[in-house]
């Protein structure tokens, strides 16, 4: 390992207490620019690593709403606004109990790469709150919303930060952020995507993550003369991600066997019933141990029966499986399960759902394809950008436009990584080709603005 490298690695351990999945992030990528670091002696005299791995600003608040008692509620609030070298920051939002500053630096952190790679001109960023809308009423998820825009609002704008969902985040909560941004300002403004269709969100922006997801795989398969016809793909997660992953693989003629949610999995052999799914999930919120009461086949695992250390739902043997919940949800023992009982391709909707030693293992199996976070689920931030676009231009595209652009973006990604994962010597290594590729484009401008 290169000497600047390793030096940067322990500074970034040192100075980031607490915060082991930045450091994750930072080790995963920080190690895949070995070759480019040794060519280019441009990023060591410029200090691009120290620089890129500290946030240009992070913002720390107080959330205070009251809930239907009328008692106030607290919560923590952030922005990480990692970098804007090649445009405005972006990235979503994420509401959930485990948020804290470590989680939204490593989001922040790939944010920065995946939206390089999309070829759109957005910078990397990450907010959210360690507020669980699990259980909270309609009233309090609003209320909650316009408390924390009430702080956020003065830090973005459409062309200084567009943040967007995440984890716990979807065109609900969006709507009440906006409505409020406007109400503060009022100004009707772009400053969120993913917004309703029927006040300047795109089309297609819902399934995108999903769908492209799976663009980017078959592109990853056919490379290697494969494809997804036939394959019995195990899905995790039931949010937004994991439920257009299995309506895009029946569209490509694959069979979509699992999903899950934090209390258990579902298995499906038939194939999982995509209209039951988005009715429990999308339309009444309601938990995944409800399927099988209309599914009595299929098969529910509660979480309480997974083995040590295990997650159950890689237990069912499949040909390919698409983490879409979290990070951290695969591990090592949960990878060689999932390739002894024949499964050949990992390709991620969550981000950094992998551990480093479930990747490593995947990288050395010569029979295994692997398709990363970074690359393989910027398909949603690639279609807000496509949101931006239209915003900006006062209109409105159709979903076969936005979707026709948003396979074009899957393939770009994946023709830059693969092609740049040949150039440093390791072809076909998609962690590699994605972090050389969405560093240096990022890198590169930084340099070209000075030290600012
Ligand atoms: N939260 C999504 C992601 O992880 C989307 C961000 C966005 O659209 O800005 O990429």
């Not at 716990?168 to 969006?174: K, M, N, Q, S, T």
């Not at 990878?335 to 480093?356: D, H, Q």
């Amino acid at each position: 390992m290169s000497e600047y490298i390793e030096k940067t690695m322990e500074w970034i351990k040192r100075t980031n207490p607490g915060q082991g999945v930045f450091v994750q992030a930072a080790t995963e990528v920080l190690n895949s620019l070995e070759p480019l670091i040794k060519k280019e002696s441009k990023y060591q005299k410029h200090a691009i690593l120290e620089r890129i791995v500290i946030p240009e600003r992070t913002v720390i608040f107080r959330v205070t709403y009251t809930d239907d008692d009328g008692r106030p509620q607290v919560n923590n609030g952030y922005r990480v606004q990692f970098n804007s070298a090649v445009g405005p920051y972006k990235g979503g939002i994420r509401l959930h109990p485990s948020v804290d500053l470590g989680v939204l630096k490593f989001l922040g952190f790939e944010q920065i790469f995946k939206n390089s790679l999309t070829g759109v001109n957005i910078g990397g960023a990450k907010g959210g709150s360690t507020f669980d809308p699990k259980g909270k009423s309609e009233g309090e998820i609003m209320r909650f919303c316009q408390a924390f825009m009430s702080e956020l609002y003065r830090h973005i704008g459409n062309t200084v930060d567009v943040p967007a969902g995440d984890i716990g985040v979807g065109a609900r909560e969006i709507g009440y952020m906006f409505g409020q941004y406007k109400k503060l300002t009022g100004r009707f403004d772009g400053i969120l995507t993913g917004k309703g269709l029927n006040w300047g969100g795109s089309l297609a922006r819902t399934e995108a993550t999903g769908y492209g997801l799976v663009y980017f795989t078959q592109n990853m398969l056919k490379r290697a003369g494969l494809g997804l016809e036939g394959k019995k793909c195990s899905i995790s997660g039931s949010g937004n991600v994991a439920i257009y992953t299995v309506e895009k693989l029946y569209q490509v003629g694959a069979l979509p066997i699992t999903v899950s949610d934090s209390n258990g999995y579902v298995y499906d052999a038939e194939g999982i019933d995509l209209a039951l799914l988005k009715e429990l999930k999308e339309a009444r919120r309601a938990r995944l141990s409800e399927y099988v009461k209309f599914r009595p086949n299929a098969k529910y695992v509660s979480v309480s029966e997974y083995k040590e250390g295990r997650n159950g739902v890689w237990d069912v043997p499949c040909d390919g499986a698409f983490p879409c919940a979290t990070q951290n949800e695969l591990h090592l023992a949960d990878i060689k399960t999932l390739y002894a009982n024949g499964c050949r391709f990992v390709a991620e909707g969550a981000n950094m759902p992998s551990t480093l030693d479930a990747i490593n293992f995947m990288l050395a199996q010569k029979d295994f394809y692997f398709a990363p976070a970074k690359a393989a689920n910027a398909g949603g931030v690639g279609t807000s950008g496509l949101e931006m676009m239209q915003n900006a231009g006062m209109t409105a595209w159709s979903f076969e436009k936005v979707d026709h652009r948003l396979h074009g973006i899957m393939n770009h990604i994946f023709e830059l990584s693969y092609e740049t994962s040949k150039e440093f010597g390791d072809e076909g290594n998609l962690v590699l080709g994605s972090n050389i590729a969405g560093f240096r484009k990022v890198a590169d401008a930084m340099i070209d603005q000075g030290y600012v």
